[in-house]
């Protein structure tokens, strides 16, 4: 296994750390609140003829709706995710301009074909128009722009080009 192969497993093994931690972290803090209120709240309710278990889970209710309802108010109403998502993806060079293997494939098989394809029946309806010049000229920066990017295997993006 090479050194690079190394490093990506211990990324991954990190990024699902984390992910294990975030959860479990989740977990424990609805299992302490219900803890610590079905101990002050289990004599409360106990006068009403609730027993322990059953203030446990009245609360362990509680808190998946509050958790629940939270999270649809932040996602639905505010839509707080969508500016995390944007901030993420714009902060994140290798969203912006490296190409993953379909965006790569999808520009080799079918982009460049269909330009040339496009190209040449652009280029035999010619006549003397300045239309179909503007046309083949457009063409020719299309695919001239994902031929580089081909090459390159990296988009360049322009900073008149607003990708988001």
């Given amino acids: 296994m090479t050194m690079e192969r ?3 497993r211990a990324a991954e093994w990190l ?15 609805i299992l302490t609140f219900m803890g610590v209120f079905t101990l002050i709240l289990g004599p409360v309710l106990a ?9 446990a889970l009245i609360l362990l209710a509680l808190v998946l709706g509050a958790v629940l309802g939270f999270g649809i108010f932040l996602d ?7 500016a995390q998502a944007t901030v993420a993806t714009v902060r994140n060079p290798f969203l912006v301009d490296r190409l993953y293997q379909k965006e790569l494939l999808s520009l080799l098989y079918i982009q460049v074909p269909t330009l ?6 652009v280029d035999e309806r010619k006549d003397d128009s300045s239309q179909s010049g503007q046309i083949l000229s ?5 695919l001239a722009k994902v031929t580089a990017t081909i090459a390159e295997r990296q988009w360049r993006i322009k900073p008149e080009e607003r990708v988001y």
Avoid: M
């Avoid at 990024?15 to 803090?29: A, P």
């Fill in 6 to 8: 190394k490093k990506l």
């Fill in 47 to 55: 006068r009403f003829g609730l027993s322990y278990a059953e203030t």
């Fill in 138 to 142: 457009e063409l020719d920066t299309a």
């Fill in 76 to 82: 639905k109403v505010i839509k707080f995710w969508a």
């Fill in 15 to 29: 990024y699902r750390w984390n992910l294990s931690l975030g959860i479990i972290g989740i977990v424990f803090t």
């Fill in 116 to 121: 040339r394809a496009l190209r040449a029946l």
